[in-house]
């Protein structure tokens, strides 16, 4: 993870990201006995090599029209026509936002989380989820400005995307499966606040642009803190309690008064 933030060319920077895929793979695939567990595995490794499908498409695509896999040269990549500068963006939401576990894109997520241990999937939910919001964002920067419709499909993706994961949460009686539900929740929240950015600095709306790229930006930092400790004190209970199941944890404040 610190690689694929730290990458200064694309083609280290999808090396970074694929070891960052196949080390999580076998984290989450930790208790590979389990037969759901190698189900999720396989699951969450199918789904992040298709969303590197669509990152070399925009890869090769960048390095083509800029002649360099450096970032420093992607600049040029401003003065693309407004079809291809969409067509970028788009390939860069599908390969980023699969990994983010963006709404409709977050099918392995629930399934990985409970599958890996507690404390992966703390770091898994916290901090590797947002790499996909990191690479959206860096890619947001090499692109002329895109109409106000693509900051539209953001937000309305953030909308319908939220409803759905806190109403699923609200319906899981494994406690980890549920915090899954929620990081698709905060992940679809963060990309409401992207998406508004983009339709506010579409319509000449700098100011609201500012501030909704801003409130995106805190909650990545809030979720990662909040979600990391969640899961922490998640693994803390079934620990204790032997069980995942929300059920089967009653009496926890006389049992487990510290956690």
């Known amino acids: 993870m610190v690689l694929v933030v730290t990458a200064a060319d694309w083609l280290f920077f999808l090396v970074a990201w694929e070891i960052m895929s196949l080390s999580s793979f076998f984290l989450v695939s930790y208790d590979y006995a389990e037969e759901e567990v190698r189900k999720a595995g396989w699951l969450y490794l199918i789904a992040t090599h298709c969303g590197t499908i669509f990152l070399f ?18 600049t040029i990549l401003k003065t693309l026509p407004m079809s291809t500068a969409v067509l970028f963006f788009f390939c860069a939401l599908i390969g980023f936002g699969t990994k983010a576990g963006l709404f409709p894109l977050h099918t392995w997520l629930p399934d990985a989380h409970p599958a890996a ?4 999937s703390a770091l898994m ?44 949460a609200t319906m899981q009686t494994d ?11 905060n992940i679809v929240i ?6 508004i950015s983009l339709f506010a600095a579409g319509i000449g709306q700098p100011v609201a642009a500012a501030l909704a790229m801003a409130g995106a930006l805190l909650h990545i930092w809030n979720h990662a803190l909040f979600k990391g ?31």
């Open 117 to 120: 241990p507690s404390h992966v």
């Open 125 to 168: 939910s916290g901090v590797m989820i947002k790499t996909g919001i990191y690479g959206i964002l860096r890619t947001l920067t090499f692109l002329p400005e895109l109409p106000p419709w693509c900051g539209a499909v953001l937000f309305t993706l953030g909308i319908c995307g939220a409803l759905f994961g806190i109403a699923m």
């Open 57 to 74: 498409l925009l890869l090769l695509s960048a390095a083509w029209k800029t002649g360099s896999f450096d970032f420093a040269s992607f």
């Open 190 to 195: 963060i990309f409401l606040g992207l998406g």
């Open 229 to 259: 400790l969640l899961f922490l004190g998640a693994g803390s209970l079934v620990h204790g309690t032997g069980t995942r199941e929300l059920s089967k944890m009653g009496g926890l404040m006389r049992r487990m008064p510290v956690t």
């Open 175 to 185: 406690i980890n499966r549920s915090l899954a539900f929620s990081s698709v929740e």
